[in-house]
């Protein structure tokens, strides 16, 4: 008797939060499709019925982890404009984002280990950059129809300071890194 649709998708995600959890702690190449499935409780084979293949499924994790990550957890905080900006910055350049414990950003945990990947991952990886500028903006107190310069300027600070925050080796400098980070992006948004 066949699986339901419903059990499927359950499956799914199953695969794609292990898969999500694997790839933002260990990377592409340190991931192995046997360790996502049996983390997810499921065999190699089943696999094979939702993904046709370990790129695939980095694709869709990258999709998943950014739907469910740290910056998508504000998107319904009930907070607009500077308030919302300096909640979201608190919150993404922090030690606890670094710590992962939560499902991290993609964007800044994954960050360079793009760069070598097909040009498929490289463009969802870039579209999930364009959402973050657009979710940011959208929330500004002044958005603007396009986004603007501060945006991106916001948001490569933001995953440039937690990608370079994650490999110090000095948890003091990290946390530095990242209040440094906080007020310069506070500044350019004009948000003290």
């Known amino acids: 008797m066949p699986y339901s649709p419903q059990h499927k998708e359950e499956s799914r995600l199953r695969i794609l939060e292990s898969a999500a959890k694997s790839f933002l702690h260990k990377g592409y190449e340190q991931t192995g499709i046997n360790d996502v499935m049996r983390d997810a409780g499921m065999t ?14 980095y694709d869709k994790a990258m999709l998943y982890a950014a739907a469910h990550g740290r910056l998508a ?5 009930g907070q607009r404009g500077s308030e919302w900006l300096m909640t979201m910055l608190e919150g993404y350049l922090s030690l606890d984002h670094l710590a992962g414990e939560e499902t991290p ?9 793009i ?3 097909e040009p498929q991952v490289r463009q969802t990886y870039t579209r999930i950059y364009r959402r973050m500028n657009s979710l940011i903006e959208r929330y500004r107190d002044n958005p603007s129809n396009q986004q603007n310069e501060e945006v991106l300027a916001l948001t490569a600070l933001m995953v440039g300071g937690v990608a370079l925050s994650r ?3 000095d948890e003091r400098l990290a946390e530095r890194i990242l209040t440094s980070c ?11």
Do not use: M, W
């Not at 957890?73 to 905080?77: D, F, L």
């Open 44 to 57: 190699r084979g089943a696999f094979y019925a939702h993904f046709s293949s370990k790129s695939e499924l």
């Open 182 to 192: 906080r007020q310069t992006a506070a500044e350019l948004l004009d948000i003290q």
């Open 73 to 77: 957890s504000h998107k319904n905080s």
């Open 167 to 169: 490999v110090v080796d």
């Open 115 to 117: 760069a070598n990947r």
């Open 105 to 113: 950003c993609p964007l800044a945990f994954l960050v360079t280990d």
